[in-house]
């Protein structure tokens, strides 16, 4: 039985950006999951800009991750996400 090759070398720095609505409940949902899977998450490894016409937020982290696994978790719990339109 032979397993894929790993497309990265962990530990490495991973982009995610989250696109949804512009509220505060939308952030704190998204923030508490990224901090579940990334806790070291420093203030200057999250941005964040609103759509021309104002209508959707795009949060951009960078995070430092560990594993594969992790970032698979990571993007399950992001897709299931309520708000969550787009995860880049």
Known sequence: MSTAPECLTFPT???VKVVGPPDDAFRARVHAIVLRHAPELLP???SERASSGGRFISI?????ARSRAQVEALVTEL????????LI
């Open 13 to 15: 720095d991973y982009p």
């Open 44 to 46: 200057e490894q999250v």
């Open 60 to 64: 951009s982290y960078l995070l430092r």
């Open 79 to 86: 897709q299931a996400c309520e708000g969550v339109m787009m």
